[in-house]
């Protein structure tokens, strides 16, 4: 079982694990040995989520989950496939479990009156510069 949340865990056999060979630095060991891992879990069709939970993945995932409702993703940074699937299964935790965070209320706030009399202040001077250069210039003699 992965726990994501308190409330949410993930048996194990709903992801599908994948090993490729790695890209980038590494000498010969990139060259022969599997150590990139690709997780693929299916939202769609996992009881462990609710429709709730399915769509706000679904909306919240969109560019990481393809059509068929399939999430991938990667993990190549350690030299060992071990340690790199530790590493997806933490990154897997960590975008569900942000993806399920409730989205925090906005409290909205006024706009004191200090600032506001600042404003003013400042739309008047600008209006009397304006006002100076549509002044004539008087030549006395």
């Given at each position: 079982m992965?726990?994501?949340t308190?409330q949410?865990a993930i048996p194990?056999q ?11 630095p590494?000498g010969?060991n990139?060259?022969k040995?599997?150590t990139?891992?690709?997780l ?10 609710t429709?709730w939970?399915?769509s706000?993945?679904?909306r919240k995932?969109q560019t990481r989950?393809n059509?068929?409702?399939v ?14 699937r530790?590493d997806?299964?933490d ?5 569900l479990?942000?993806a ?20 003013l ?6 209006g009397?510069?304006?006002?100076l ?9």
């Amino acid at each position: 079982m992965i726990v994501v949340t308190p409330q949410l865990a993930i048996p194990e056999q709903e992801f599908r694990f994948r090993a490729s060979r790695s890209s980038g630095p590494g000498g010969q060991n990139v060259n022969k040995v599997n150590t990139r891992v690709t997780l693929h879990f299916d939202v769609r069709r996992s009881p462990s989520l609710t429709t709730w939970q399915k769509s706000v993945i679904s909306r919240k995932l969109q560019t990481r989950i393809n059509k068929e409702g399939v999430l991938y993703l990667h993990a190549q940074r350690a030299a060992s496939q071990a340690l790199n699937r530790t590493d997806l299964i933490d990154k897997f935790c960590r975008l569900l479990y942000e993806a399920l965070a409730p989205r925090k209320v906005r409290k909205e706030t006024r706009v004191s009156q200090r600032s506001i009399e600042k404003r003013l202040d400042q739309k008047k001077q600008r209006g009397r510069v304006k006002q100076l250069r549509h002044q004539p210039i008087r030549v006395d003699d």
